[in-house]
T-cell receptor, first 111, second 117 residues
């Protein structure tokens, strides 16, 4: 019930393309869904987050789509750039403050 | 605002020694979380603390691992009698509150990388 499943494990996209990463959760008590970006040797950094009262949130080239009935959410990176190459983690959290993370997606954007 | 500060950034220990990892939360944050990241894997929750209180330690191994967040000073994750399987990156995160808009908004430090020889 506490799991967050993330796919794909790795993703290669051409510069200018769209990167799409998907996550699914089980616990309906989760009410906060962030995405974190991590570069090698660094800590995860909050990229964008959504709460279940909206179905989509956009910040620049990054969009979260949220499907409450399916218990799924996804990250779309438009116009992907080589500088976006990193590992992306989805997460889910509830009232306790703790976050449960997916296993990560390693994104490579080819020039 | 210096962010979440972790030290040491790298720590090498021999099997059987003790490892102490320190974390100072962001200014104004009173909640600290510890996560462990194994190579090529996600972040696994270990423990959640407030000042002088352990709120949730459901992710902590039953033996050898302990955490504290004293009234004064940083939070400390302590691993006694380290084994090779403890080699990992340990990340600390902090948040400003447990409820309202700030709940769940975790800011991570750069991590402490433990290598056990």
């Amino acid at each position: 019930q506490q799991q967050v499943k993330q796919s794909p494990q790795s993703l290669i996209v051409q510069k200018g393309g769209i990167s799409i990463i998907n996550c699914a959760y089980e616990n309906t008590a989760f009410d906060y869904f962030p995405w974190y970006q991590q570069f090698p040797g660094k800590g995860p950094a909050l990229l964008i987050a959504i709460r279940p009262d909206v179905s989509e949130k956009k910040e620049g080239r990054f969009t979260i789509s949220f499907n409450k009935s399916a218990k799924q959410f996804s990250l779309h990176i438009m116009d992907s750039q080589p500088g976006d190459s990193a590992t992306y983690f989805c997460a889910a959290g509830g009232s306790q403050g703790n976050l449960i993370f997916g296993k990560g997606t390693k994104l490579s954007v080819k020039p | 605002n210096a962010g979440v500060m972790q030290n040491p950034r790298h720590l090498v220990r021999r099997r059987g020694q003790e490892a102490r990892l320190r974390c100072s939360p962001m200014k104004g944050h009173s909640h600290v979380y510890w996560y462990r990241q194994l190579p090529e894997e996600g972040l696994k929750f270990m423990v959640y603390l407030q000042k002088e209180n352990i709120i949730d330690e459901s992710g902590m191994p039953k033996e050898r691992f302990s955490a504290e967040f004293p009234k004064e000073g940083p939070s400390i994750l302590r691993i006694q009698q380290v084994v090779r399987g403890d080699s990992a990156a340990y990340f600390c995160a902090s948040s400003p509150s447990i409820s309202g808009a700030g709940a769940n908004v975790l800011t991570f430090g750069a991590g402490s990388r433990l290598t056990v020889l």
